[in-house]
């Protein structure tokens, strides 16, 4: 895995674990706050920290933003700094940003401004936890960006007969990789394979066909 230099811009709760974990992965941080007290937490635990208000496009000059494969602007409930310091990010030449937004007319600010994807993570957690409450046969879940995802989901009385009964892919646009039974994994089923009481799936598809498929065996 080739390493990258990331910048993240505000070290609350989001932005310190951001930064934190990618430099525990083997990633190049330099991590920058307005606040000398969240900038000396994490001083020891990323490659670099500054104290530095990211709204201010001299100072964030100074940093030289367009060297950075990924800036995070992780600011949290001061949403006129959070558009600040993306507008900056952009208009310095940072090639990818990432925005945390704290609500829906926030995340269209900040996309009608440049930013390349903008989370909403307490919104993001509460919509995934929603999904495993209402959908506990549904075991896992892997996301793979914002469009798609691989789930496990568990045989039940809507999920049953061979995988050419089932038709997944033709009802929902999910595509079957893998089968589990007792622990073990048959990659790439055949038509004929028929799910039995506690078998799993694995299936891949856009977040919208799961959710299709999440309503139907939830009901």
Do not use: W
Not at 185 to 212: C, F, M, Q, S
């Amino acid at each position: 895995m080739k390493s990258k230099q990331c910048l993240v811009i505000g070290l609350g709760r989001f932005g310190t674990a951001v930064a934190t974990t990618l430099y525990e992965m083997g990633h190049e941080v330099i991590a920058v706050d307005q606040h000398e007290e969240n900038v000396e937490r994490v001083m020891n635990l990323v490659t670099h920290a500054a104290i530095l208000d990211a709204s201010d496009e001299r100072a964030l000059r100074t940093l030289g933003v367009a060297d950075f494969d990924v800036v995070v602007v992780a600011i949290g409930t001061d949403v006129q700094a959070n558009i600040l310091a993306t507008m900056n990010a952009k208009s310095l030449g940072a090639p990818y940003v990432v925005c945390k937004a704290i609500d829906e007319m926030a995340r269209r600010v900040l996309e009608r401004i440049g930013a390349d994807l903008v989370i909403r993570p307490e919104h993001d957690m509460g919509v995934r936890l929603a999904r495993q409450i209402a959908t506990p046969n549904i075991v896992d879940t892997l996301d793979l960006g914002s469009d798609y995802a691989v789930v496990e989901i568990e045989a039940n009385d809507r999920l049953k007969g061979t995988l050419r009964d089932l038709n997944l892919t033709g009802r929902f646009g999910v595509q079957v990789i893998a089968m589990s039974r007792a622990g073990k994994i048959e990659v790439t089923p055949g038509a004929e394979d028929e799910l039995r009481p506690h078998d799993k799936l694995v299936v891949i598809g856009t977040t919208h066909a799961l959710d299709e498929l999440r309503r139907y065996l939830g009901e």
